[in-house]
Every structure is written in C-alpha cells, then in structure tokens.
C-alpha cells in the first residue's frame, strides 16, 4: 500500500504519524513536505474532500498568521486561497492512501486508513 504524507519535519505530531507509517509492514511512503513542495489548490482541496473536512477545518489556526484572517466570515474558498499563499496555514499531518485520507491528529488517526 502507498501513503503519501504531507509532512512538515519541524512538527512533533507530524514526526510521531511518520514513525507510525514506517513501523507498519508493507506501506511505501511518500513524503511531501509541503513547506517546501505545496500542494497545488486542485490537490489541497481534493484531500480534504477526500478527508470529509471543509478547509475551514484543515486550518492551522494556531498559526500567528491566521489571525490576520477573519476566518468566522471568509469562504472555503478564500482560505483555500491563503493555504496556498502561505502553506504553514496548512494543518498537517494529512496522510492519504487507497483507502482514504485523514487528517492524523492525534496520530493515532492513520490507522483509520491503513
């Protein structure tokens, strides 16, 4: 099985869901580190259609950054447009497979598509 990985090596959760992937027999992974390689608009809101999560909830409002957005009163699609612009908005880790795509926090989420 073939997971892909949107990955960012600074984070701990991200790290954990990695190790996870890694120690699990017969997975290939695919690392994105999408800081560096983001993921195009087409391909983000792909996943998180996949995922079953509005972008409003792929977030990382913990970002200093995204309080610079009223994010109560913008569309999907506007922030959609600000992950773009800037990735680190991007909450990560999202992991994606044959069998889905979650957002794994906690880590433990992966499972759900392995």
Known sequence: MKATIYHNPKCGTSRNTLAILRE???VEIEIVEYLKHPPSRET?????ARAGLTPHEGLRR???LASDFDLDHVSDEA???AMIADPILIERPLVETEKGVRLCRPKERV????
């Open 24 to 26: 699990t027999p017969g």
């Open 62 to 64: 913990k970002e200093p």
């Open 44 to 48: 983000l809101a792909a996943l998180y």
């Open 79 to 81: 922030v959609l447009d």
């Open 111 to 114: 499972s759900e598509i392995l």
